[in-house]
C-alpha cells in the first residue's frame, strides 16, 4: 500500500521559514519522481515543486521560484521542502505526492498558514 505522511506545518509570519517533510513507503520511492502541491482555501490544487528519483531534474512553479527548495534522501525515504521568505499567498495545505499527471496518490496534507 502506499502512504506518504507530511510534517512541519505550522503558523508563521510573512518573511519566516519552514521546512517540510514527508515519508513515503510502500513503493518504489528512490524510483519515483516526487512533488509537492498546495491548496488554497476555495482554489484548485496547484503544482509546488518537483525532483526525479535521482534528485535531478529540479523544477519550481514561477511563484516560489528562489524562495523554495525541493530536496531527497532516497536513503530515508524522505522528499523535502523548505520554504523560505513566506508570503500570505503562500497559506494553504501542502501535500506531497507521486509526481504524475493528477498528483495522486497524496498524503493528508500539512497546513501552513503565513500571517502575522
Known amino acids: 500500500e502506499v502512504r506518504l505522511v507530511e510534517s512541519g506545518g505550522g503558523l508563521v509570519q510573512p518573511g519566516g521559514s519552514l521546512t517540510l517533510s514527508c515519508r513515503g513507503s510502500?513503493?518504489?520511492?528512490?524510483?519515483?519522481?516526487m512533488a509537492w502541491v498546495r491548496q488554497a482555501p476555495g482554489k484548485k490544487l496547484e503544482y509546488v515543486s518537483s525532483?526525479?528519483?535521482?534528485?535531478?531534474?529540479?523544477k519550481y512553479a514561477d511563484s516560489v521560484k528562489g524562495r523554495f527548495t525541493i530536496s531527497r534522501d532516497n536513503g530515508k525515504q524522505k522528499v523535502y521542502l523548505q520554504l523560505h521568505d513566506l508570503k500570505p499567498e503562500d497559506t494553504a495545505i501542502y501535500y506531497c505526492?507521486?509526481?504524475?499527471?493528477?498528483?495522486?496518490?497524496r498524503g493528508q496534507g500539512t497546513q501552513v498558514t503565513v500571517s502575522s
Open positions: 510502500g513503493f518504489g520511492f528512490s524510483i519515483a519522481g
Open positions: 525532483i526525479a528519483g535521482n534528485g535531478g531534474l529540479i
Open positions: 505526492a507521486i509526481n504524475n499527471r493528477d498528483y495522486t496518490p
